[in-house]
């Protein structure tokens, strides 16, 4: 059975840090790209950050280069997104996401609220 579990999100205050985590089982990690999503009240859900499978390229939505940063361990089939430097704009929740051409799967998200 495919999993993936999302954690680590909460609530932060304006300029702080969070680090989420995405923990995944039941398909081979290794040859699935990873992306995190994130969805706001009342908006669409959009793409923040993805990583390759092998992990040699990372890219980033404008609204977060440079204050987040996507990662994996295929060791511990795990996917990771620091964020850095947080606006309120970035409260929302957050998605995992696997993805290998064919197949596609989706966490349950974490709630990530920034707020004074």
């Known amino acids: 059975q495919v999993q993936l579990v999302e954690s680590g999100g909460g609530l932060v205050q304006p300029g702080g840090s969070l680090r989420l985590s995405c923990a995944a089982s039941?398909?081979?990690?290794?040859?699935?790209?990873m992306r995190w999503y994130r969805q706001a009240p009342g908006k669409e859900r959009e793409w923040v950050a993805g990583?390759?499978?092998?992990?040699?390229?990372?890219k980033y939505a404008d609204s977060v280069k440079g204050r987040f940063s996507i990662s994996r361990d295929d060791a511990k089939n795990m996917v990771f997104l620091q964020m850095n430097s947080l606006k309120p704009d970035d409260s929302a929740v957050y998605y995992c996401n696997s993805w290998n051409g064919q197949s596609e799967h989706w966490g349950q998200g974490t709630q990530v609220t920034v707020s004074s």
């Open positions: 039941g398909f081979r990690f290794s040859t699935h790209a």
């Open positions: 990583i390759t499978s092998l992990g040699n390229i990372r």
